[in-house]
């Protein structure tokens, strides 16, 4: 007989499920105790003293740990720049870079960026520049893209202009032989077929002065002394070189300058302004044609007032 009422209940499933909720419902507890224990056990194990709030019956800890790393993650840290003179790290605050975090840039120019590739886009490419000086640094600049990206030609910047005295085109065009195989000893930057180019291209350039009266007035002369504005709305859209570029590069040559390939010419021409290339986004496209404008509205102001001195000096004579 009680062989046969043990078959029953255990033929029973209601019975058998009720069974094994009750022990669930025992042993749910004791999980729980023992899972205490073994944090309890890490919380004086661990070596920093520090707690950890997460426990198997809640995801508040979790969460808010989750939300702190999300935090940290989105602060902005400090940039640390090595020079390359020295061998200290100079270290650029975050408020530097909080300033203009709200600014729409170019799309190459990324959060991970250097911060001088980020200056140089926000102050100089593509501002157009007058002045024959600045005008032959950037061309030599722009022709070793050829062999350097613009991030490190600009972190080698302050070495290049100690080798070309500053990128004076008097000084540059006076380098003779022994000087130039004097900078190839002592370990230049650039190739000697580059450094060669720089001193001849300072060389033509006074031959361009004379023509010209300025290397500006011939650099601005093949865009009507107006900066071709594209108004590009992808980076995709920006090209390497253009039939202007060519042009120009054209006639260089013609004049005896070297490395000036229609690629590096293009670059020279966004760099010093005589075509903006920032994108419709960026912040730095309306404020490169403002510029221009300006630029345009004070040398036709001082055209007119000499003008009228000469028409004034005319007539008194």
């Not at 490169?288 to 004070?298: A, E, K, M, R, T």
């Amino acid at each position: 007989m009680e062989s046969r009422s043990e078959s029953k209940t255990n033929s029973n499933p209601r019975q058998v499920r009720r069974h094994g909720a009750a022990k669930s419902r025992v042993s749910r507890p004791m999980q729980c105790a023992r899972k205490k224990e073994t944090l309890e056990l890490d919380r004086n194990v661990s070596e920093d003293g520090s707690s950890t709030s997460e426990s198997s019956c809640g995801l508040s800890g979790l969460k808010a740990g989750r939300f702190e790393s999300r935090k940290r993650q989105n602060r902005v840290k400090p940039v640390k720049v090595v020079s390359q003179d020295v061998g200290e790290a100079v270290v650029v605050p975050p408020l530097q870079l909080e300033r203009t975090i709200g600014k729409r840039r170019c799309s190459w120019i990324t959060p991970f960026s250097e911060p001088l590739y980020v200056s140089f886009h926000d102050e100089e490419w593509g501002l157009p520049v007058y002045d024959d000086q600045k005008l032959f640094e950037l061309l030599s600049l722009s022709a070793a893209l050829s062999e350097f990206s613009w991030p490190t030609i600009l972190n080698k910047r302050e070495k290049f202009r100690k080798l070309f005295d500053n990128f004076d085109p008097t000084s540059v065009a006076k380098f003779t032989e022994k000087k130039i195989l004097s900078l190839k000893s002592s370990g230049s930057l650039l190739s000697e077929q580059k450094m060669r180019a720089v001193v001849e291209n300072a060389r033509q350039i006074f031959k361009v002065i004379e023509e010209f009266g300025s290397f500006s007035n011939y650099c601005w002369s093949f865009v009507n002394h107006k900066p071709i504005v594209n108004g590009f709305r992808y980076a995709r859209q920006v090209p390497v070189k253009s039939p202007k570029a060519e042009i120009i590069s054209k006639d260089l040559m013609r004049r005896g300058f070297h490395c000036v390939g229609p690629t590096i010419i293009y670059s020279f021409m966004q760099a010093a302004g005589i075509v903006n290339d920032h994108l419709l986004s960026c912040f730095r496209f309306t404020d490169c044609n403002g510029s221009c404008y300006n630029q345009l509205n004070i040398k036709a102001e001082a055209t007119s007032l000499a003008k009228t001195l000469n028409q004034s000096c005319t007539l008194q004579a």
